[in-house]
Protein backbone atom coordinates (compact mmCIF):
# COMPACT_ATOMS: atom_id res chain seq x y z
CA UNK A 1 0.00 0.00 0.00
CA UNK A 2 1.25 3.79 -1.16
CA UNK A 3 1.11 6.63 0.96
CA UNK A 4 -0.47 9.94 -0.48
CA UNK A 5 -1.15 12.47 2.17
CA UNK A 6 -3.46 15.41 0.43
CA UNK A 7 -2.34 17.38 3.49
CA UNK A 8 -0.63 20.73 4.01
CA UNK A 9 1.20 19.38 7.42
CA UNK A 10 1.81 15.43 7.02
CA UNK A 11 4.80 14.88 8.95
CA UNK A 12 6.51 12.98 6.00
CA UNK A 13 5.82 14.52 2.74
CA UNK A 14 3.55 18.12 4.30
CA UNK A 15 2.72 19.91 0.81
CA UNK A 16 3.75 17.81 -1.57
CA UNK A 17 0.58 16.66 -2.84
CA UNK A 18 -1.81 19.36 -1.90
CA UNK A 19 -2.22 20.27 -5.47
CA UNK A 20 -4.77 17.62 -7.00
CA UNK A 21 -2.63 17.02 -9.83
CA UNK A 22 0.57 16.72 -8.30
CA UNK A 23 -1.10 13.72 -5.62
CA UNK A 24 -2.39 12.28 -8.95
CA UNK A 25 0.59 12.57 -10.75
CA UNK A 26 2.12 10.66 -6.80
CA UNK A 27 -0.21 8.11 -7.04
CA UNK A 28 0.09 6.81 -10.80
CA UNK A 29 4.03 6.77 -9.99
CA UNK A 30 3.35 4.53 -6.38
CA UNK A 31 1.33 2.12 -8.58
CA UNK A 32 4.01 2.09 -11.41
CA UNK A 33 6.53 0.92 -8.45
CA UNK A 34 4.46 -1.73 -7.52
CA UNK A 35 1.93 -0.80 -4.78
CA UNK A 36 -0.99 -2.90 -5.12
CA UNK A 37 -2.83 -0.14 -3.08
CA UNK A 38 -3.01 3.98 -3.33
CA UNK A 39 -3.79 5.23 0.65
CA UNK A 40 -4.75 8.76 0.03
CA UNK A 41 -6.23 11.17 3.20
CA UNK A 42 -7.08 14.15 3.45
CA UNK A 43 -6.87 14.68 7.07
CA UNK A 44 -3.26 14.66 9.14
CA UNK A 45 -3.69 12.74 12.51
CA UNK A 46 -0.67 13.81 13.37
CA UNK A 47 0.10 15.16 16.94
CA UNK A 48 -0.99 18.71 16.86
CA UNK A 49 -1.83 18.97 13.18
CA UNK A 50 -4.89 21.89 12.65
CA UNK A 51 -8.46 20.43 12.09
CA UNK A 52 -9.89 20.19 9.21
CA UNK A 53 -13.66 20.26 8.17
CA UNK A 54 -15.10 17.42 6.56
CA UNK A 55 -16.06 20.10 3.72
CA UNK A 56 -12.36 20.72 3.31
CA UNK A 57 -11.52 17.06 3.58
CA UNK A 58 -13.73 16.06 0.94
CA UNK A 59 -12.41 18.71 -1.00
CA UNK A 60 -8.69 17.03 -1.23
CA UNK A 61 -9.85 13.55 -1.58
CA UNK A 62 -12.63 13.54 -4.31
CA UNK A 63 -10.78 15.15 -7.02
CA UNK A 64 -8.02 12.77 -6.44
CA UNK A 65 -9.87 9.64 -6.14
CA UNK A 66 -12.02 11.20 -9.08
CA UNK A 67 -9.04 10.91 -11.55
CA UNK A 68 -7.72 7.14 -10.33
CA UNK A 69 -10.60 5.36 -9.92
CA UNK A 70 -8.71 2.76 -12.30
CA UNK A 71 -6.57 1.79 -9.31
CA UNK A 72 -7.40 0.07 -6.41
CA UNK A 73 -7.66 3.02 -3.98
CA UNK A 74 -8.52 3.12 0.22
CA UNK A 75 -9.07 6.09 1.66
CA UNK A 76 -7.89 7.48 5.07
CA UNK A 77 -10.43 8.95 7.23
CA UNK A 78 -12.38 8.78 10.38
CA UNK A 79 -15.78 10.53 8.91
CA UNK A 80 -19.02 8.65 8.04
CA UNK A 81 -19.82 11.19 5.58
CA UNK A 82 -16.10 11.03 3.66
CA UNK A 83 -16.49 7.40 4.00
CA UNK A 84 -19.74 7.48 1.62
CA UNK A 85 -18.81 9.79 -0.45
CA UNK A 86 -15.59 7.89 -1.41
CA UNK A 87 -16.86 4.24 -1.93
CA UNK A 88 -19.73 6.71 -4.29
CA UNK A 89 -16.90 7.99 -5.61
CA UNK A 90 -15.50 4.09 -6.63
CA UNK A 91 -13.02 3.69 -3.36
CA UNK A 92 -12.09 0.39 -2.77
CA UNK A 93 -10.98 0.25 0.61
CA UNK A 94 -11.74 2.50 3.96
CA UNK A 95 -8.44 2.79 6.45
CA UNK A 96 -10.18 4.65 9.73
CA UNK A 97 -7.18 4.89 12.76
CA UNK A 98 -10.81 4.70 14.32
CA UNK A 99 -11.86 1.17 13.63
CA UNK A 100 -15.30 2.58 12.85
CA UNK A 101 -16.08 4.10 16.28
CA UNK A 102 -17.72 7.24 14.68
CA UNK A 103 -21.07 7.24 14.93
CA UNK A 104 -22.73 6.41 11.62
CA UNK A 105 -19.31 4.85 10.21
CA UNK A 106 -20.40 1.33 10.87
CA UNK A 107 -23.13 2.12 8.82
CA UNK A 108 -21.66 3.99 6.04
CA UNK A 109 -19.14 1.07 4.95
CA UNK A 110 -21.88 -1.81 5.58
CA UNK A 111 -23.74 -1.40 2.36
CA UNK A 112 -20.23 -1.08 0.24
CA UNK A 113 -18.51 -4.35 -0.43
CA UNK A 114 -15.29 -2.14 0.35
CA UNK A 115 -12.86 -3.46 2.45
CA UNK A 116 -11.79 -1.75 5.69
CA UNK A 117 -8.60 -1.53 7.59
CA UNK A 118 -9.77 -1.42 11.69
CA UNK A 119 -6.48 0.39 13.62
CA UNK A 120 -6.14 0.61 17.31
CA UNK A 121 -5.26 3.81 18.01
CA UNK A 122 -5.40 4.63 22.21
CA UNK A 123 -6.71 7.93 22.71
CA UNK A 124 -6.75 11.27 20.09
CA UNK A 125 -4.29 12.10 17.59
CA UNK A 126 -4.01 15.69 19.24
CA UNK A 127 -2.97 14.13 22.55
CA UNK A 128 -2.17 10.60 21.93
CA UNK A 129 2.09 10.60 22.44
CA UNK A 130 1.21 12.18 25.96
CA UNK A 131 2.64 9.36 28.41
CA UNK A 132 0.47 6.14 26.46
CA UNK A 133 0.72 3.98 29.55
CA UNK A 134 -0.53 -0.09 28.96
CA UNK A 135 -0.15 -3.35 31.09
CA UNK A 136 0.13 -5.39 27.98
CA UNK A 137 0.37 -3.46 25.30
CA UNK A 138 -0.10 -6.22 22.75
CA UNK A 139 -2.86 -7.90 24.68
CA UNK A 140 -4.69 -4.59 24.62
CA UNK A 141 -4.81 -3.69 21.48
CA UNK A 142 -5.68 -7.53 20.38
CA UNK A 143 -8.66 -7.05 22.32
CA UNK A 144 -9.24 -3.85 20.82
CA UNK A 145 -9.30 -5.24 17.69
CA UNK A 146 -11.17 -8.35 18.63
CA UNK A 147 -13.89 -5.94 19.60
CA UNK A 148 -13.99 -4.20 16.08
CA UNK A 149 -14.22 -6.77 14.21
CA UNK A 150 -17.07 -8.25 16.69
CA UNK A 151 -18.94 -4.73 16.31
CA UNK A 152 -17.92 -4.98 12.23
CA UNK A 153 -19.72 -8.52 12.32
CA UNK A 154 -22.48 -7.47 13.78
CA UNK A 155 -23.24 -4.90 12.24
CA UNK A 156 -23.76 -6.52 8.76
CA UNK A 157 -19.78 -6.56 7.56
CA UNK A 158 -18.13 -9.61 6.08
CA UNK A 159 -15.03 -10.70 8.44
CA UNK A 160 -13.75 -11.23 4.51
CA UNK A 161 -13.49 -7.60 3.96
CA UNK A 162 -11.86 -7.08 7.30
CA UNK A 163 -8.00 -6.46 7.89
CA UNK A 164 -6.43 -5.14 11.10
CA UNK A 165 -3.84 -3.32 11.93
CA UNK A 166 -2.00 -2.86 15.66
CA UNK A 167 -1.40 1.09 14.83
CA UNK A 168 2.11 2.08 14.87
CA UNK A 169 2.81 5.38 16.66
CA UNK A 170 -0.67 6.16 17.78
CA UNK A 171 -0.79 5.85 21.57
CA UNK A 172 2.47 4.54 21.63
CA UNK A 173 6.04 4.73 22.66
CA UNK A 174 8.57 3.45 20.91
CA UNK A 175 9.05 0.27 23.18
CA UNK A 176 5.49 0.17 22.87
CA UNK A 177 6.08 -0.12 19.10
CA UNK A 178 8.58 -2.18 18.89
CA UNK A 179 7.02 -4.65 21.51
CA UNK A 180 4.10 -5.18 18.84
CA UNK A 181 6.48 -5.98 16.39
CA UNK A 182 8.19 -8.52 18.19
CA UNK A 183 5.27 -9.70 19.37
CA UNK A 184 3.47 -9.53 16.04
CA UNK A 185 2.79 -13.18 14.91
CA UNK A 186 0.05 -12.97 18.23
CA UNK A 187 -2.60 -11.02 15.82
CA UNK A 188 -2.83 -13.84 13.73
CA UNK A 189 -5.33 -15.09 16.32
CA UNK A 190 -7.84 -12.56 14.98
CA UNK A 191 -7.67 -14.42 12.01
CA UNK A 192 -7.42 -11.35 9.30
CA UNK A 193 -5.28 -10.29 7.43
CA UNK A 194 -2.85 -7.89 9.20
CA UNK A 195 -1.41 -4.52 8.39
CA UNK A 196 1.55 -2.64 9.18
CA UNK A 197 2.32 0.96 8.92
CA UNK A 198 5.98 1.51 9.81
CA UNK A 199 7.19 3.93 6.93
CA UNK A 200 9.23 6.92 8.46
CA UNK A 201 8.10 6.71 12.05
CA UNK A 202 9.86 8.42 14.92
CA UNK A 203 10.32 4.87 16.37
CA UNK A 204 12.88 4.79 13.98
CA UNK A 205 13.90 8.27 14.53
CA UNK A 206 14.78 7.39 17.84
CA UNK A 207 16.23 4.82 17.26
CA UNK A 208 18.57 6.00 14.33
CA UNK A 209 18.41 9.24 15.47
CA UNK A 210 17.82 10.04 11.76
CA UNK A 211 15.44 12.58 10.62
CA UNK A 212 12.32 11.86 8.24
CA UNK A 213 14.04 12.34 5.18
CA UNK A 214 16.58 9.53 6.26
CA UNK A 215 14.64 6.75 7.13
CA UNK A 216 14.62 4.51 3.93
CA UNK A 217 16.67 1.95 5.66
CA UNK A 218 15.25 1.82 9.07
CA UNK A 219 11.78 1.54 7.28
CA UNK A 220 12.95 -1.18 4.86
CA UNK A 221 13.86 -2.96 8.04
CA UNK A 222 10.60 -2.72 9.37
CA UNK A 223 9.10 -3.58 6.60
CA UNK A 224 10.93 -6.96 6.75
CA UNK A 225 10.26 -7.57 10.66
CA UNK A 226 6.67 -6.76 9.66
CA UNK A 227 6.40 -9.45 7.15
CA UNK A 228 8.30 -12.18 9.64
CA UNK A 229 5.88 -11.16 12.13
CA UNK A 230 2.96 -12.38 9.25
CA UNK A 231 2.07 -8.68 8.19
CA UNK A 232 0.72 -9.02 4.75
CA UNK A 233 -0.34 -5.16 4.13
CA UNK A 234 2.67 -2.86 4.33
CA UNK A 235 1.39 0.62 4.40
CA UNK A 236 4.63 2.75 3.29
CA UNK A 237 5.86 5.56 1.28
CA UNK A 238 8.83 4.22 -0.43
CA UNK A 239 7.16 1.70 -2.79
CA UNK A 240 9.93 0.80 -5.13
CA UNK A 241 12.06 0.02 -2.23
CA UNK A 242 9.78 -2.12 -0.04
CA UNK A 243 8.70 -4.49 -2.85
CA UNK A 244 12.52 -5.34 -3.59
CA UNK A 245 12.23 -6.19 0.15
CA UNK A 246 8.91 -8.11 -0.68
CA UNK A 247 10.32 -9.91 -3.27
CA UNK A 248 13.57 -11.10 -1.71
CA UNK A 249 11.71 -12.36 1.29
CA UNK A 250 9.22 -14.36 -1.25
CA UNK A 251 11.88 -15.99 -2.58
CA UNK A 252 13.84 -16.43 1.13
CA UNK A 253 10.37 -18.36 1.65
CA UNK A 254 9.76 -20.72 -1.59
CA UNK A 255 10.88 -24.17 -0.41
C1 LIG B 1 -1.13 4.45 9.71
C2 LIG B 1 -2.32 4.76 9.05
C3 LIG B 1 -1.16 6.57 9.33
C4 LIG B 1 -0.89 3.10 10.08
C5 LIG B 1 -3.03 2.57 9.08
C6 LIG B 1 1.89 7.97 9.12
C7 LIG B 1 -3.41 6.83 8.21
C8 LIG B 1 0.81 8.38 10.02
N1 LIG B 1 -0.41 5.60 9.86
N2 LIG B 1 -3.27 3.83 8.73
N3 LIG B 1 -2.34 6.08 8.83
N4 LIG B 1 -1.88 2.20 9.74
N5 LIG B 1 -3.93 1.62 8.81
O1 LIG B 1 3.03 7.94 9.62
O2 LIG B 1 0.09 2.73 10.69
O3 LIG B 1 1.72 7.74 7.94
S1 LIG B 1 -0.80 8.27 9.30
Same mark, same amino acid.
Given at each position: MGVVNITP #???? #?? +? $? &? $? *?PHAAVEHARKLAADGADIIDIGG??? =???AAPVSEAEELQRVLPVLGKIHDLCVSVDTRRPGVMRAALEAGASMINDVQA $?? @???ALEAVRSSRCAVCLMHMKG *?? @???? =?EPHYDDVVAEVKEFLRQRIAAAEGA?? +? =? !??LVVDPGFGFGKTAEHNLQLLRR %? =? !? &?? #? %? *?VPLMAGLSRKSTIGKLTGRPVEERLAGSLAMALLALEGGARILRVHDVKDTRDVITVWQAFNES
Amino acid at each position: MGVVNITP #DSFS #DG +A $L &F $L *EPHAAVEHARKLAADGADIIDIGGEST =RPGAAPVSEAEELQRVLPVLGKIHDLCVSVDTRRPGVMRAALEAGASMINDVQA $LQ @APGALEAVRSSRCAVCLMHMKG *EP @ATMQ =REPHYDDVVAEVKEFLRQRIAAAEGAGI +A =R !ERLVVDPGFGFGKTAEHNLQLLRR %L =R !E &FG #D %L *EVPLMAGLSRKSTIGKLTGRPVEERLAGSLAMALLALEGGARILRVHDVKDTRDVITVWQAFNES
